[in-house]
């Protein structure tokens, strides 16, 4: 066996620069998109500062990368596509007309072509994932059709449906073969922190509300996707949930089947088992599906929820760099993993690092390996517990807890 970790981040991010979309654009929309580019304005500084590169130089990522010891990535959106709002990067933009969102459709599709031939640069190291809308079910399920075709190994993004928005919500039967789609080609169905939940605003206490409630709305797809038979339908079906830490699951697995148990029993005068019909249907218990079919984008895992990994399932745990973004553990991911992995048995680094990455997307370990001898943190390295806090590298929660750790 290897001495070095073959490293694959779960939760990386990247896109085109504004105006690399064009070409992948319907020549009848060129003058349409060159007027929204004109006034659109880039949202956020890690799309227009001197690093803004990083989403969309595939040397440049190569480089870091290599700097950083991993040797794979699952790349995740992060620019803004055609013909969508700022806004679309904390929230889900209103449907709108017809037009505006078949434009929409036709941007978002554009972002996956690009993205397709952004991971053909390096297929080995890269798993890209698609975008879709919930808008028309039989042009969604083509495009997850496509995107398989096409080398998008990644799987799809879901998007949320908040309520008092404008699409069904997830548990409506009207999704039946999307789930079908993605369970017949083996594409992961990927629920990223961040999704998920209404538009807040731009105000500082809309923003700061934002923080504190991202990630709730992104768990919800959990007990949906459970309750209403889907991940029993569909045994095949993986969930991912990316960048929205794991110190939940185990809590939530819990209240979720309590109320599973409560909603089934028609025995013991159980007031929710009034509303249980549709529950009494499943087989499991939302632990059990749990652990058949989810999985967790753990980016930047802090020290105190890696002491949780027998809760949570050492299987399930997939680690993540969050690249390029402000808070990612780069360019400190060697730091990073010293802070929470010195102590943890080396079979389960390999695992939570890499192997289990590699087994639900698609990473040929063996194709990797001469990369890995080369570039990979070794064994050593890894169980070499940290001293310090890089400058700098507080900008990341994984620092941060690993400092709170030390003062207790």
């Not at 036709?106 to 031939?117: C, E, T, Y």
């Not at 992104?218 to 991912?240: K, N, P, T, Y």
């Not at 745990?317 to 390029?324: A, S, V, W």
Request: overall charge negative.
């Amino acid at each position: 066996m290897s001495d070095r970790y073959a490293v694959i981040s779960s939760d990386c991010h990247g896109g085109a620069q504004l105006l690399e979309y064009r070409p992948y654009l319907p020549s009848s929309l060129y003058d349409e998109f060159d007027a929204w580019a004109q006034q659109y304005a880039v949202p956020f500084e890690d799309l227009r500062g001197p690093d803004a590169d990083q989403n969309w130089s595939s040397d440049r990522r190569l480089r870091d990368m290599d700097a950083e010891g991993v040797a794979g990535e699952v790349i995740y959106p992060n620019t803004i596509p055609p013909f969508f709002p700022r806004t679309s990067l904390v929230g889900q933009p209103p449907v709108g007309s017809r037009d505006g969102l078949d434009k929409k459709w036709v941007g978002l599709q554009a972002h996956n072509r690009w993205l397709a031939d952004f991971v053909a640069l390096a297929p080995e190291r890269r798993a890209g994932i698609a975008q879709i809308m919930l808008h028309d079910v039989d042009a969604m399920v083509a495009e997850v059709r496509w995107a398989k075709e096409h080398g998008l190994r990644g799987g799809v993004l879901l998007p949320g449906t908040p309520p008092g928005g404008d699409y069904e919500p997830i548990w409506s039967p009207i999704y039946e073969p999307l789930w079908e789609a993605c369970e017949e080609l083996g594409m992961p169905v990927n629920i990223h922190g961040g999704g998920g939940g209404p538009y807040y605003g731009d105000d500082e206490m809309a923003l700061v509300m934002f923080l504190l409630e991202v990630p709730w709305w992104a768990h919800r797809s959990l007990w949906h996707l459970i309750f209403s038979g889907v991940l029993e339908r569909h045994a095949d079906l993986q969930l991912v949930y990316a960048e929205q830490g794991t110190a939940w699951v185990p809590e939530r697995l819990a209240e979720l089947d309590h109320h599973f148990r409560r909603l089934r029993d028609t025995s013991s005068g159980s007031q929710e088992s009034m509303w249980g019909g549709p529950v009494r249907a499943l087989s499991l218990t939302p632990s059990e599906y749990w652990e058949r079919q989810c999985h967790i984008g753990c980016s930047f895992l802090r020290p105190s929820e890696a002491k949780l990994r027998y809760d949570v399932g050492v299987a399930k745990l997939m680690f993540g760099t969050d690249y390029p973004h402000v808070e990612a553990t780069s360019p400190f991911t060697r730091e990073a993993l010293r802070a929470t992995f010195s102590d943890i048995p080396e079979a389960e680094v390999r695992a939570i690092l890499g192997t289990n990455a590699a087994a639900l997307y698609g990473f040929d370990l063996a194709a990797l390996q001469p990369l890995v001898d080369r570039i990979g943190p070794t064994v050593d390295e890894v169980a070499l517990p940290l001293d310090a806090v890089p400058e700098g590298a507080i900008k990341c929660p994984a620092f941060d807890d690993w400092l709170k750790q030390q003062a207790a």
